[in-house]
């Protein structure tokens, strides 16, 4: 009707769902507190940067295409394990509660750190062998 492919859209929703589940459970060992640094959202962040950057140079550079691995990894798995509108919410929290530092140290090193893992993740990649 729109044109989709089910086989890929059920791919982004297994992705999704695992991604999903992994996040709220790390996020369910912690209550975020505005006065103290958000590590499950943060950690989730970097991890997924890291992920997305390993899977996407993976599976664009060595392995041959595939139409479902990069919707169930990169658009799935890392879409639902990643959470920038927490991060963006505990952030707002932090300066409403005039933990300015605090933000502003969240914010940076969310960024800083999550474009590292990328280049980290691509050049691990790059450097591997390619079998035969």
Do not use: K
Not at 21 to 27: I, N
Not at 75 to 80: H, N
Not at 84 to 91: A, G, K, N, R
Not at 102 to 109: D, Q
């Amino acid at each position: 009707m729109f044109g989709h492919d089910n086989r890929e859209l059920a791919a982004v929703f297994i992705g999704g769902a695992l991604g999903t589940l992994a996040r709220a459970g790390l996020a369910n060992l912690t209550a975020p507190d505005p006065a103290h640094w958000p590590w499950p959202t943060f950690v989730v962040n970097i991890i997924g940067a890291f992920l997305l950057g390993y899977f996407s140079t993976r599976l664009l550079e060595r392995l041959p295409l595939s139409s479902y691995r990069r919707p169930l990894l990169g658009t799935g798995l890392c879409g639902g394990l990643t959470t920038f509108s927490t991060m963006q919410v505990e952030t707002l929290h932090m300066l409403a509660h005039q933990h300015y530092g605090l933000a502003a140290g969240y914010v940076a090193a969310s960024l800083v750190l999550g474009l590292l893992a990328i280049h980290v993740a691509t050049g691990l990649v790059r450097r591997s062998r390619v079998r035969a």
